[in-house]
T-cell receptor, first 115, second 113 residues
């Protein structure tokens, strides 16, 4: 079964460094979402793509964050000049428009720790 | 504004007890979807149910049941005869006519053997 996968599962970095995460959605899914989840909170929407187009970005997404989905398949989320406040679980989800609308399947997440 | 409130932060029950998790939502959209997800200790969110705003029928799936009431903007989740494997954080979520999901802060359920 090829569910949503994310890499790496854990990342420890020093403040000021850049990090990049990868998400591979379910293969036929055309929508891909990024969320951030901090301890004791629910996931917060960051951005989403339909195919390769980035259609919406949250105001939470500062200029240090950038996401791409160049071929409409996998996506990357880059954080530049990381800050301690960026420490969180970064979740990726995918869905297929037209069937089971709005049902999102989540990956296992990438846990980022900024020292 | 879209908002989901899960007032219960933590709940503990003894195995085989029934437990209800509350969810109250706010939206101005006339068409919207409500969801419940389970997040076990492993961390991966697991989809449980989706409900659209035009379908207020309650649903039962095994030991799980959901009560959707538009009049009170609530979408509550009941686990009957709870089991230790039900221990997890449960999130209620709302999606309106846009594509953003709005999650509540979650309810951590502990089932004591």
């Amino acid at each position: 079964d090829t569910g949503v996968s994310q890499d790496p599962r854990h990342k420890i970095t020093k403040r000021g460094q850049n990090v990049t995460f990868r998400c591979d959605p379910i293969s036929e899914h055309n929508r891909l979402y990024w969320y951030r989840q901090t301890l004791g909170q629910g996931p917060e929407f960051l951005t989403y793509f339909q195919n390769e187009a980035q259609l919406e970005k949250s105001r939470l997404l500062s200029d240090r964050f950038s996401a791409e989905r160049p071929k409409g398949s996998f996506s990357t989320l880059e954080i530049q000049r990381t800050e301690q406040g960026d420490s969180a679980m970064y979740l990726c989800a995918s869905s297929l428009v037209g069937t089971s609308r709005h049902e999102q399947f989540f990956g296992p997440g990438t846990r980022l720790t900024v020292l | 504004a879209q908002k989901v409130t899960q007032a219960q932060t933590e709940i503990s029950v003894v195995e085989k007890e029934d437990v209800t998790l509350d969810c109250v939502y706010e939206t101005r959209d006339t068409t919207y979807y409500l969801f419940w997800y389970k997040q076990p200790p492993s961390g991966e969110l697991v989809f449980l149910i989706r409900r659209n705003s035009f379908d207020e029928q309650n649903e039962i799936s095994g030991r799980y049941s959901w009560n959707f009431q538009k009049s009170t903007s609530s979408f509550n989740f009941t686990i009957t005869a709870s089991q230790v494997v039900d221990s997890a954080v449960y999130f209620c979520a709302l999606a309106g006519t846009g594509n953003q999901f709005y999650f509540g802060t979650g309810t951590s359920l502990t089932v004591i053997p």
